[in-house]
């Protein structure tokens, strides 16, 4: 999947400032509405250290959310469809392992959490104390078919959900390892949508709705909401 083969919607939230991890709450849609072929999915995840997205999946026909990470490779581990219920708050953090004091050297992991428990520690990539990314982000997402070969006119849009609401956003600070919330003056909200035209970055005109509902009021408390209808 890319954006030049995949037919989806996305809100993303970036974190402006470089950090060492990134945190939300979750409250998931009260209902999601497929039309169409399996494929289609909702996905509301964390960002960042290059290969690492990790948070909550739904797909068409399951019982409810589950969590999952993925890194280059694809799924690296998920939980089972049902685990968490339509209208449900959940809470993500992906951050690098706080510093040990005694030993300052000590090579630290991005690990992720579910619900305060750790569910996934990547290894690829090792940090040090200080060390720090740039493309932390919070991703808001629908998808509705992977073309093997693009269509000369978009189908109907097929996934819809309620309202999501994504609160207490925080990034983790690299010199005092504490959180910090992000809001207007440390965070941009943007939407856009798949597939884009390829050798452009242009996407493809698609039938309405063209892309997400998002409701920025409130970035000012640290607090995005966003639907597809």
Known sequence: MSQ????????????????????????????????????????????????????????????GFRWFANDHSGLVGSGSYGEFSFGQTVHLKLAVDEPDASNPNKALYVRFYVNGSEKVKYTYKTYTKGQTVSDL???????????????????????????????????????????TALTNGNATPTKFHWPIASGTSTPVPCPNPQDYILDTTYLSSSRVYASIK
């Open 4 to 63: 030049y083969d995949e037919y989806a919607k996305f809100v993303k939230v970036q974190a402006n400032p470089v950090g060492r991890g990134i945190q939300a709450s979750i409250t998931l849609p009260s209902s999601v509405t497929f039309k169409g072929n399996t494929s289609n999915y909702v996905n509301f995840y964390l960002g960042g250290f290059l290969q690492a997205e990790c948070g909550l999946s739904y797909r068409k026909g399951q019982a």
């Open 137 to 179: 982000r919070l991703i808001l997402a629908g998808g509705t078919n992977v073309f093997s070969r693009m269509p000369s006119t978009m189908p109907a849009w097929e996934v819809f959900h309620t309202q999501v609401t994504a609160t207490d956003l925080q990034i983790k600070n690299a010199s005092s390892n504490t959180w």
